[in-house]
T-cell receptor, first 115, second 113 residues
Framework: DVKVTQSSRYLVKRTGEKVFLECVQD?????MFWYRQDPGLGLRLIYF???????EKGDIPEGYSVSREKKERFSLILESASTNQTSMYLCASSSFRGPSTDTQYFGPGTRLTVL | GNSVTQMEGPVTLSEEAFLTINCTYTATGYPSLFWYVQYPGEGLQLLLK?????DKGSNKGFEATYRKETTSFHLEKGSVQVSDSAVYFCALSLPSALYKLSFGAGTTVTVRA
């Protein structure tokens, strides 16, 4: 089974802090994604990556950056956290290889609160 | 652009009731369609999917049929259980969009004993 893990389930930070959210997948997937989930808005794509060192902006990249130095790890960075970034953050991965190229596998999520 | 619209919740049902969650989509091309489920305190899990018109996805008693003529992918279950209480998301992906997922807003379902 594909396993996607996220470094924290719950995180509380102060406004202005730099925040790192880590995601690791164990299935050698090329593609990794960061979403935020807010009530009534579903999931919105922040950034994604199709390979090491590559990154692409999603629909709501403002206030975020990402890093992918290794294939299995994709980090989301909030350079200066703000209260409107309080949300659930979900990481996902997928592969262009095999029969399920269109299926993404999700981690358990990190609930971030910015005070 | 590509988008998904699903019925608003919350939906509250009694055990053994019939569940339908409507989902319609707008897409350029022929998307793959998905239902993901999120149980309380967890991430999203793939519930079922369909990749072409008239395909039926099924899993855990849930079914959805890809209807190209009505651009719909409604989720149904004939007899729900308390353990089906969750948030359900309809989504689509397209090769032309490099398989990025576009999600609906989610529907919260609560099943009471």
């Amino acid at each position: 089974d594909v396993k996607v893990t996220q470094s924290s389930r719950y995180l509380v930070k102060r406004t202005g802090e730099k925040v790192f959210l880590e995601c690791v997948q164990d299935m050698d997937h090329e593609n990794m994604f960061w979403y935020r989930q807010d009530p009534g808005l579903g999931l919105r794509l922040i950034y994604f990556s199709y390979d090491v060192k590559m990154k692409e902006k999603g629909d709501i990249p403002e206030g975020y950056s990402v890093s992918r130095e290794k294939k299995e790890r994709f980090s989301l960075i909030l350079e200066s956290a703000s209260t409107n970034q309080t949300s659930m953050y979900l990481c996902a991965s997928s592969s262009f290889r095999g029969p399920s190229t269109d299926t993404q596998y999700f981690g358990p999520g990190t609930r971030l609160t910015v005070l | 652009g590509n988008s998904v619209t699903q019925m608003e919740g919350p939906v509250t049902l009694s055990e053994e009731a019939f569940l339908t969650i409507n989902c319609t989509y707008t897409a350029t091309g022929y998307p793959s369609l998905f239902w993901y489920v999120q149980y309380p305190g967890e991430g999203l899990q793939l519930l079922l999917k369909a990749t072409k018109a008239d395909d039926k996805g099924s899993n855990k008693g849930f079914e959805a049929t890809y209807r190209k003529e009505t651009t719909s992918f409604h989720l149904e279950k004939g007899s729900v259980q308390v353990s089906d209480s969750a948030v359900y998301f309809c989504a689509l992906s397209l090769p032309s969009a490099l398989y990025k997922l576009s999600f609906g807003a989610g529907t919260t379902v609560t099943v009471r004993a």
